[in-house]
């Protein structure tokens, strides 16, 4: 443990390539193809933006993701290889900015584990192969919570603040469940500053619509009304009620009538949300896979993403031990007053997309962006624990847990 703090500079470097060697070695295992249709929408989109400076009449999703496709093709040309690498370095840099955030909150050693967890964690590697905007939500996110994060011993500051809402308006363009993200962390901002409350909670609101203002002006102008990000998103709401009520145009409706029912929806999605491994998964079916296939050759018949007892069991065997020392972590932490403010943040992130998914469907690939938080509360239970037992077997009795101090 002592090592990982030594020399900061050093240890982000291991952990950079550490984390990029094993991404590298996973994407070369993969088919020139896409294992999700939605990977295709997406390039379609990006390859429209180049061509005509639009993302095309019919593309009504987040568009940070086709930018991002977009700036790849332009260096490196229409390859998925080159975007997995892309996606790959994004990885690695999105575990040096988790240490960051862990060292900052407590301490080298801390911060080091954590981003070595992010490094080696399967569901980390994975998402490298998959031409999905879940890395680069990841990252944005993980940017405006290490912008935003006070050092030791210091205030919220304003100019961090906004650009802390800069990078969440910028998630919120990639994965729209953000902007509750954004009025959550807003609240944070609101409650735990000295100083200027409601000034600091509008700079952060400020920031994030200076990124969404563009995009929002043009859905004004394509839509004809406000819609900060995606349109139509009552098309994502489960189906609810009787078979009359479940067409698509009135799921709203459906809703409104079966509250109760719908609130049930909403609970089990959320527990769905902490799930260990994945499933429920269309890709899985080869039928399905057959079928886009035959409409595009670019979706692969043969995924190694569908479930089995394999992949089921690494999930568990990593994401299990995570959530457990994570809650280990949170205790911790929550003892001291000292850094309930950090713990909060954390937890508010997290939650903000466990609820915010909630209302729409709940799945473990949607926690991703988020599992970088409950990491660097499991890093800080892991240390604590360690430093539990070093104190234990040097004395041969138990003094309690001992926990890492912030860094200076």
């Not at 790959?88 to 911060?111: D, Q, W």
């Not at 000034?199 to 900060?228: D, K, Q």
């Not at 569908?306 to 299990?320: C, F, H, K, R």
């Amino acid at each position: 443990m002592s090592v990982l703090g030594q020399n900061s500079r050093r240890t982000s470097s291991l952990v950079f390539v550490l984390a990029f060697s094993l991404r590298g070695a996973f994407i070369l295992t993969q088919q020139d193809g896409f294992y999700f249709p939605d990977s295709l929408q997406y390039s379609q989109a990006a390859l429209n933006l180049l061509a005509f400076g639009e993302l095309g009449a019919n593309y009504n999703r987040a568009p940070a993701y086709p930018v991002f496709l977009a700036g790849v093709y332009v260096l490196f040309g229409e390859s998925i290889f080159a975007v997995r690498v892309v996606e790959s370095v994004v990885g690695a840099v999105l575990a040096v900015v988790i240490g960051a955030i862990g060292r900052r909150i407590a301490g080298p050693a801390v911060g080091a584990l954590a981003g070595v967890i992010w490094a080696v964690y399967p569901m980390g590697i994975f998402i490298a192969g998959l031409v999905y905007p879940t890395t680069l939500a990841a990252m944005l996110l993980a940017c405006g919570v290490w912008r935003l994060l006070p050092g030791n011993n210091e205030k919220l500051s304003a100019r961090k603040v906004f650009c802390g809402g800069l990078f969440f308006g910028l998630a919120a363009l990639t994965i729209p469940v953000a902007l509750l993200t954004i009025a959550i962390v807003a609240a944070w901002v609101f409650y735990w500053a000295c100083h200027s409350r409601i000034l600091l909670a509008c700079l952060l609101l400020s920031g994030s619509a200076v990124s969404l203002l563009p995009w929002t002006a043009r859905n004004f102008g394509v839509y004809g009304e406000i819609v900060p990000v995606q349109p139509r998103l009552e098309r994502h709401l489960p189906k609810i009620g009787t078979p009359g009520t479940n067409r698509t145009g009135n799921r709203v409706r459906a809703i409104l009538l079966r509250p109760d029912l719908y609130a049930v929806r909403v609970g089990k999605n959320f527990l769905r949300f902490w799930e260990l491994y994945p499933n429920r998964i269309k890709m899985s079916q080869q039928e399905y896979r057959d079928k886009l296939n035959t409409k595009d050759p670019r979706v692969v018949k043969d995924t190694i993403y569908t479930p089995n007892q394999l992949i089921n069991a690494v999930s568990i065997l990593s994401t299990g031990p995570v959530l457990v020392f994570g809650l280990i972590g949170t205790i911790a932490m929550w003892l001291r007053k000292d850094l309930r403010r950090e713990l909060s943040l954390l937890w508010f992130t997290a939650l903000s997309f466990a609820v915010g998914y909630s209302f729409f469907v709940g799945r473990i690939r949607y926690r991703i962006p988020v599992e970088p938080y409950l990491i660097i509360l499991s890093a800080y239970g892991i240390h604590g624990t360690y430093l539990a037992i070093v104190t234990h077997f040097k004395s041969w009795a138990p003094r309690g847990m001992v926990m890492p101090h912030r860094s200076q």
